[in-house]
């Protein structure tokens, strides 16, 4: 009979603890460049040239039915394939969790287009053309009127995303990053994989505190910013 | 090395050739599901005491642990697990004698049950509490007003939440490779990994995908279409 020790599980969730700043790392920056392309791409979407919204329409329809894992091997075989090919550019030296970022974006571009659409529509017109007709220009208007309802109204879906990143990051082991699942792995190879189940068991004790502690966060989070919006919306009237 | 667009021709029938195993996970996969999900969300409907608690429990473990995990979990505790069962309960059976795919079917069912029972529920908490009232009042049993009126209202509901449930697991099916099933995917990894043309095999992989998702949401869509003339007509 195989037992779980408790020592082990104990050495594997503190040797791989460290890596989760290689976690953090990608979900960062995926998450802003990201954001950055998805915001470009609702753009496009709503833009009145018929050929820009096809485009972006079906960049989304592409990425939104491709699994993460084709992805991450397309970018990760394919860029550098291109771009040697291309340009005689050599990307081989580059880290890892550069192509995980890359691909991350990708993803994200697309369903974050969705979200940042429909935060937009959730925010009256009317308040856009008031902004303007006294006197805020398009970009002032969208800044200080138009953004700060936009991220109230899409924090729930922001932390959907993080959520998803975290947990659809740990695929990047198959192109041998080292996360925290990476690192367990890896670890657990160098011992035969003889004590695959108390890395499981680590593996969970890292993961499940902190996604079930983001979702907690971000439902306190929303509840609070919609206090907020209710008071305002009071006072005024 | 440049992209050669020759071999991606010639590679993409024999990877088109593992399609239906992809097909059958997918299928056996939202099957089981369904079944288990929707007797979840049911349970936690009627919040019946400890086993609600646990269901709870076993939902947010799953969906607070990676898919590649959970996977992991199954690969190196299945077997050994089934051993031991075997052992106990003295059945002569080689344990691994039985295929890879069985495996992946419960790996993923593990995740996709948590998400339809979350939409099931939701679809359940849309009917109005009198349904289930007069139901019962005009002499019905729980079964009868359970399958003839409240579940039909509550899968048009949790409809299109169910066909994005379906995409997605079309999509992680392709995690069935690490189980060394050997679908879509997994054919994908061993044609490219032979002669290193990863990037070419992946490409057909990624056609396939698209023109397969695509169809699956047009059919979603079509069924959507029909239920919902059925609903305006009971109304």
Known sequence: MRTINLSRILEYFLKSLPNLRVTLTYVFFSLILGFALGGLIAKGRMSRNKAISA????????????????????????????????????????????FVIITFTINI???????????????????????????MTQLQAFNHVLLPQMFRNS????????????KEGALAYVIGLRDVLGQAYFLSALDMNAYALDMCV???????????????????????????????????? | MNVDWKFVIEAFPQVLAYLPVTIELTVVAMTISLIIGTIFAYINFKKVKVASQIIRTYMSLIRGTPIVLQIFVIFHFGPY???????KLNIQADVYSIKPIYYAFLALSLSTTVSIAEAVR??????DKGQFESGLSVGMTEGQVLFNVVFPQA?????????????GLIKSSSLAFMLSVVEITGYARILGGGVLRYFESYICVFFIYIVVIKITELIMKKLEETKLVYRRRQC
């Open chain 1, 155 to 166: 924090i729930p879906n922001i932390g959907n995303t993080i959520i998803f990143l975290i």
């Open chain 2, 155 to 167: 899968f048009t509901t949790a409809w299109p939440v169910l066909g994005n449930i379906l995409v």
């Open chain 1, 55 to 98: 485009l972006a329409q079906g960049y989304v329809t592409l990425v939104r039915s491709t699994p993460s894992i084709i992805l991450l091997f397309l970018v990760f075989y394919g860029l550098s394939a291109v771009t040697t090919g291309a340009f005689n550019i050599f990307l081989n030296s580059l880290p890892t969790v550069v």
């Open chain 2, 122 to 127: 939701a679809g359940l908490e849309s009917i």
């Open chain 1, 109 to 135: 571009g697309a369903s974050s287009s969705e979200i940042i659409r429909s935060a937009y529509n959730s925010v009256s017109k009317g308040q856009l053309e008031a902004a303007l007709s006294v006197g």
């Open chain 2, 81 to 87: 697990l089934l051993t031991e069962m075997f052992q």
């Open chain 1, 202 to 237: 680590a593996l969970t004790l890292i993961y499940w505190p902190i996604t079930a502690g983001l979702e907690k966060l971000f439902s306190v989070l929303e509840k609070k910013l919609e206090y907020k919006h209710v008071v305002v919306l009071e006072q005024k009237t």
